[in-house]
């Protein structure tokens, strides 16, 4: 059967709300709740007869029901203050008041039948859609919770810059249909699918999410979340940060693997920033010479590119900060520089350049001005997190250095990056006296980048710390392997810009028989 009123069809037997030619996405339980007021148009609707009809009769909230009225009204461009459509009356019902046809013979044209037959071109960059979450169970309540969670899971990946969200109307077509992978990848333009369901069980909650490439439908990420259902707004707050924090790293390693299969002559700038990536984030100076042709040539093809300006002024400043060369210092600041004037909308480039501006040009009002930008742009982005952790624990705030690194650490906790954070976690435990816990933190980091020899630097500093002398010796000796020309003097050039934090490290190292000058 088609109810329609305005410029609105209501499909009953196929569940499609439209308005017009397009698909107004709607929850299932609104749906049911529309159609039971639409059908029963010519009387007031009270909240027994909706529980009886929509829930089956089953205990609900005030809340629940009042949510799905509002969702219902939303769907048909009603609202509780306008009341066009959907009257309530107090304390006795709704009534539905609008004009309506019925045409029991005739069903709309099917959308997905139409969409179907189309496949949309993938955009020049990483494309993502993010499916409605399965509601595996019959609470209404967890439906909202659901639904609203991924809804600020596509409002957070859309301030990552680099990456193309389909909105929540386009991708909530799919809800409660059994649609292949490939096909929604084709349909909606996407070269990634997030897809995901909620469970409650008793007074806990659990999420599973997994981030699926839709054309060889490997699993690039997945998790899951298990956590006490206490107060749901501040858990869907947790779990969205948590999702988009984990994602962002996922589709970067992701899209660098893709890049490696493209033929050279095929090269954008996106393209040339991503072969550069994993030669950047190596930390070592003599790398840089393999990552910066690839980011000039993407600032040929494009000038103004903020991120390819930000990985030139860590390339720069990797270079500065072990040969000392002043040309170096003046390009990396002018890079960062670049990156922060051109990057209003990029977290990532924002954090590089806030980071290497504190430590070469000495700048900490721009370089913290930068990370709030960054932070307000994505504050789940373990960039942003990782790099402010690290100029904090340089300038002595500590307690601020080691929230953001355990905060970074937490939302991607098998980042390949994670080092950035530990480090931070090994200044900051350093330099307030909790030497085993900087211990640790500095192993860590030493596992997850050995060939960066700052890493092994603070492993060595900790060492020192606990009384392991004979051990910080033994590191002291792998610094020097991985970086000849290591000094206090020169690393001081850079990262002693708080010397009250710089003299704490700097006793350590001497002490374990580094060089002075």
């Not at 002559?265 to 100076?285: E, G, K, N, Q, W």
Request: glycine share 6%; with cysteine; net charge neutral.
């Amino acid at each position: 059967m088609l109810l329609s009123f305005e410029n609105f069809e209501l499909d009953c037997d196929r569940r499609e709300l439209r308005r017009g030619a397009d698909l107004v996405p709607v929850e299932p339980k609104a749906f049911d709740l529309l159609a039971y007021v639409i059908r029963n148009r010519d009387r007031v609707v009270s909240k027994d007869d909706l529980i009886a009809a929509v829930w089956d009769g089953r205990s609900i909230s005030e809340a629940a029901l009042a949510t799905c009225l509002n969702t219902a009204r939303t769907a048909i461009g009603d609202s509780g203050e306008k009341q066009r459509l959907i009257k309530t009356l107090p304390r006795k019902g709704i009534r539905f008041v609008g004009n309506v046809k019925e045409d029991h013979n005739r069903s709309g044209p099917r959308t997905m039948d139409v969409v179907a037959t189309v496949s949309l071109a993938l955009p020049d960059r990483p494309s993502i859609a993010v499916l409605a979450f399965e509601n595996i169970g019959s609470d209404p309540e967890q439906d909202y919770f659901a639904d609203g969670m991924v809804e600020d899971i596509i409002s957070g990946l859309s301030r990552i810059k680099w990456l193309f969200v389909i909105a929540r109307n386009s991708s909530f077509v799919y809800k409660g249909r059994s649609v292949d992978i490939k096909q929604i990848g084709n349909e909606l333009g996407v070269r990634y699918v997030l897809e995901g369901s909620v469970r409650k069980a008793g007074k806990r909650v659990r999420v599973t999410a997994q981030l699926i490439e839709v054309e060889t439908r490997a699993h690039i990420w997945a998790e899951h979340y298990d956590r006490p259902l206490e107060d749901i707004f501040s858990l869907q707050d947790e779990l969205t940060l948590s999702v988009v924090g984990a994602i962002e790293p996922s589709l970067r390693k992701a899209e660098i693997d893709r890049v490696k299969r493209k033929r050279p002559d095929s090269l954008d700038a996106y393209d040339f920033l991503l072969r550069a990536l994993p030669i950047t984030y190596s930390h070592v100076a003599v790398d840089t010479a393999k990552a910066m042709p690839f980011l000039e040539k993407a600032l040929e093809i494009e000038p103004g590119y903020a991120a390819a300006h930000a990985s030139l002024a860590w390339c720069y400043h990797f270079r500065y900060r072990t040969w000392l060369r002043q040309e170096d210092c003046v390009a990396a600041i002018h890079h960062a520089r670049a990156a922060i004037a051109g990057g209003g909308d990029d977290a990532t480039a924002l954090a590089i350049a806030g980071f290497v501006v504190a430590m070469d040009e000495h700048d900490p009002v721009t370089a913290l001005h930068a990370f709030d930008q960054a932070l307000a742009l994505s504050d789940s982005n373990v960039f942003v997190l990782s790099c402010s952790a690290l100029i904090f624990s340089w300038m002595g705030r500590t307690e601020l250095a080691i929230e953001r690194a355990q905060r970074a650490l937490r939302l991607s906790p098998f980042d390949s990056l994670n080092y950035l954070s530990l480090n931070a976690l090994a200044i900051s435990y350093l330099y307030t006296k909790r030497y085993e816990e900087s211990c640790d933190a500095a192993l860590r980091s030493v596992l997850s980048n050995p060939r960066f020899s700052i890493s092994r630097l603070f492993l060595t500093a900790a060492l020192v710390g606990v009384g392991r002398l004979e051990e910080a010796r033994e590191e002291a000796k792998r610094v020097m392997t991985l970086d000849p020309v290591y000094t206090i003097r020169r690393y001081s050039v850079t990262a002693g810009f708080e010397p009250a934090v710089f003299s704490v490290l700097a006793d350590a190292w001497r002490t374990a028989g580094l060089p002075d000058s």
